[in-house]
């Protein structure tokens, strides 16, 4: 493996990393209905622990309702049990054939605890990055100790990780920042 596998493969698990947060910031709420706050939910089907998407059609009619509209009519009943289990925190409407969900206005202090949430998830993130570089940082340094790369190009390959790490930090931070906006705005 050359240096420049190493810095690629960084790369592109840092990459990984920010976009994986960055779906988990999808799932916090803000004050708008979106479809991708039901993404960590999973219904028991036939055995088997399925995600939402997978057994139901996810829409939006309007900036204050979710609507579950099920493939199968015979999972309505478990989708809405499973939703009232979950910690959306939201009360499903079932009317027999779809199943809507009302989302509140969030109060003041509901919004501060979403963005000490997203400020959990963003942390999650910079971790998963740190590690990223650590795991680099090592694959350079065994390249350097088998006298397969010199001390010299071991130090710039170091520098260059440090370098990827600073930038998905701060592409993080900015997304972080940007969600703590949404979260806040009323």
């Known amino acids: 493996m050359s240096v420049d596998d190493i810095l690629l493969e960084t790369e592109d698990q840092m990459q990984k990393s920010m976009e994986a947060t960055q779906r988990n910031f999808n799932t916090i709420r803000t004050g708008r209905a979106n479809a991708s706050l039901l993404d960590r939910i999973e219904i028991d089907y036939y055995g088997a622990q399925t995600p939402?998407?997978?057994?139901?059609?996810?829409?939006?009619?309007?900036?204050?309702?979710?609507m579950i509209q099920p493939f199968d009519g015979s999972t309505?009943?478990?989708i809405e049990k499973a939703i009232s289990l979950s910690d959306v925190g939201l009360t499903?409407?079932?009317d027999g054939k779809v199943i809507r969900l009302n989302i509140?206005?969030?109060?003041?202090?509901?919004?501060?605890?979403?963005?000490?949430?997203?400020?959990?998830?963003?942390?999650?993130?910079?971790?998963?990055?740190?590690?990223?570089?650590?795991?680099?940082?090592?694959?350079?340094?065994?390249?350097?100790?088998?006298?397969?790369?010199?001390?010299?190009?071991?130090?710039?390959?170091?520098?260059?990780?440090?370098?990827?790490?600073?930038?998905?930090?701060?592409?993080l931070d900015e997304a972080l920042a940007a969600k703590e906006k949404d979260i806040l705005k009323v």
């Open 104 to 171: 509140p206005q969030l109060t003041s202090e509901r919004r501060k605890e979403f963005v000490k949430t997203a400020g959990k998830v963003a942390e999650e993130g910079r971790v998963s990055i740190r590690s990223q570089r650590r795991n680099g940082i090592d694959a350079v340094k065994k390249l350097e100790k088998s006298s397969d790369i010199s001390e010299d190009e071991s130090r710039d390959a170091q520098d260059e990780i440090q370098k990827l790490t600073d930038k998905y930090i701060a592409k």
């Open 92 to 94: 499903p409407n079932n």
């Open 76 to 78: 309505l009943t478990t």
């Open 52 to 66: 939402l998407k997978a057994l139901a059609n996810v829409s939006t009619p309007d900036a204050s309702t979710l």
